[in-house]
Nanobody, 124 residues
Framework: QVQLVESGGGLVQAGGSLRLSCAASGRTFSNYCMGWFRQAPGKEREFVAVISWGGRSTYYADSVKGRFTISRDNARNTVYLQMNSLKPEDTAVYYC?????????????????WGQGTQVTVSS
């Protein structure tokens, strides 16, 4: 089992920044690819970003590319999502997830463990 706890969400004005954190406990954190997903009201959960177990590979959704940065600190068992130039359409509950995978998955069904989510609200 891997337990994931997100933090760092909140209310921010358009153009602002937030940094989300996801602390992991349980099995060896460095064995997992870590991803961020988000779900807005009335919409399906969508992929945001993923980072490989060693941190060398990252992949982003087109909607956040150039604005969001995913990183990880395996010594601290934590993955981060730095979000800059936020837009109202970024408003959603953000979830981190862990995948026991050799490739960087972008599909939610490939992830084994999920956090409870943290709310991000961007006002216009």
């Amino acid at each position: 089992q891997v337990q994931l706890v997100e933090s760092g969400g909140g209310l921010v004005q358009a153009g602002g920044s937030l940094r989300l954190s996801c602390a992991a406990s349980g099995r060896t954190f460095s064995n997992y690819c870590m991803g961020w997903f988000r779900q807005a009201p009335g919409k399906e959960r969508e992929f945001v970003a993923v980072i490989s177990w060693g941190g060398r590979s990252t992949y982003y959704a087109d909607s956040v590319k150039g604005r969001f940065t995913i990183s990880r600190d395996n010594a601290r068992n934590t993955v981060y999502l730095q979000m800059n130039s936020l837009k109202p359409e970024d408003t959603a509950v953000y979830y981190c997830a862990a995948a026991a995978s050799n490739v960087v998955p972008t599909t939610a069904t490939l992830y084994n463990y999920w956090g409870q989510g943290t709310q991000v609200t961007v006002s216009s």
